[in-house]
């Protein structure tokens, strides 16, 4: 019995070691993303009939990368702008142009839409992407802020971001931002990691001895004193409204991070719970094509459509 004891910690270690290196390998070493764009033709925007552009901008810490611009007609109509902020993987990832459906909801209800590609991904391969869920990306959300409150200073700049992309917002919300609607939303690495490992079949015991393993992978890449940047961490700073929005059956993220974040946030930040959704609460097409899918999303979109004339409109006349 002691000696199956020992053999299975060995079998856990030595998971552990191939996660850390697999992390290691695609963070430091830094594996360019291959980009899907334009292989698919249901990523073309010019099939979305968006009617934008696409610009090209450096991100704060100098990297290039592109987002797609598109406002309404007349844009002196338009309510405000939303940069969308897509997740990152380490897998090809065809970037911002998998929202190009999210795009055209709101543009649909009057919002300019920038359609953000992070270094790596969609326009902005072929190159070196930066995986570091948010740590890094922040910087390519300040800089798209910055450009779209230049060239539209009149108007409301936030953000709209899901999943992994959600860190990436809420860090830059520290320093720029009017409003934020956050789907699926990620605390910190350690609470996506406590997620993902049940996601995938291991048992729960394993989060104990992998965690230790991981922050090490994380220390050497992003930085010794990373979690200084942690969503837990920066929340209790935001000074915008904020709405999250998250599925009741979502396997891939904790609920409790949306509502830990929201407490922190306070009065400014709104939660909306869909106890039958999973992942993909605003997402109509792939992923969950169900009939209640569908309910769902669209339930769920017209709450956010609500948030945005809310802020949009509050802002505007208290300017």
């Not at 934020?180 to 993902?196: K, P, Y």
């Amino acid at each position: 019995m002691a000696l199956f004891r020992i053999l299975g910690w060995v079998a856990l270690v030595a998971f552990g070691f191939v996660m850390v290196a697999q992390i290691v390998a695609i963070m430091i070493v830094r594996i360019p993303v291959k980009s899907t764009f334009p292989d698919e033709g249901r990523w073309d925007p010019d099939g979305w009939e968006l009617g934008g552009r696409w610009i090209q901008l450096p991100s704060l810490d100098g990297t290039p990368f592109f987002g797609y611009l598109t406002t309404p007609i007349p844009e002196s109509k338009m309510k405000g702008i939303v940069v969308i902020v897509h997740g990152v993987n380490p897998k090809p990832c065809p970037g911002g142009a998998e929202f190009w459906p999210y795009a055209q909801k709101l543009l649909e209800q009057g919002f300019g839409v920038f359609v953000l590609d992070h270094p790596g991904y969609g326009r902005s391969a072929p190159g070196r992407g930066r995986f570091g869920v948010g740590y890094f990306e922040w910087q390519d959300v300040v800089a798209a802020y910055k450009y779209l409150k230049g060239k539209f200073p009149k108007h409301q700049v936030g953000f709209l971001a899901k999943s992994a992309g959600t860190p990436a917002a809420i860090i830059a919300s520290e320093q720029c931002g009017d409003f934020m609607v956050l789907e699926s939303t990620i605390g910190s690495l350690r609470s996506l990691m406590r997620a993902q490992i049940t996601y995938y079949g291991f048992p729960k015991f394993m989060v104990g001895a992998i965690l230790p393993l991981l922050e090490v992978a994380w220390r050497l890449f992003l930085g010794w004193n990373y979690a200084r940047l942690d969503p837990f961490k920066v929340a209790h700073k935001v000074n915008i409204p904020t709405m999250f929005l998250f599925g009741g059956r979502d396997p891939e993220v904790l609920a409790s991070d949306s509502t830990t974040l929201a407490s922190s946030i306070g009065e400014q930040a709104t939660v909306q719970v869909y106890p039958e959704a999973h992942h993909n609460v605003l997402r109509t097409y792939g992923g969950d094509p169900t009939v209640m899918n569908q309910q769902i999303a669209e339930a769920a979109w017209q709450d956010v459509f609500k948030f945005l004339r809310q802020v949009t409109t509050a802002r505007a006349v208290a300017q």
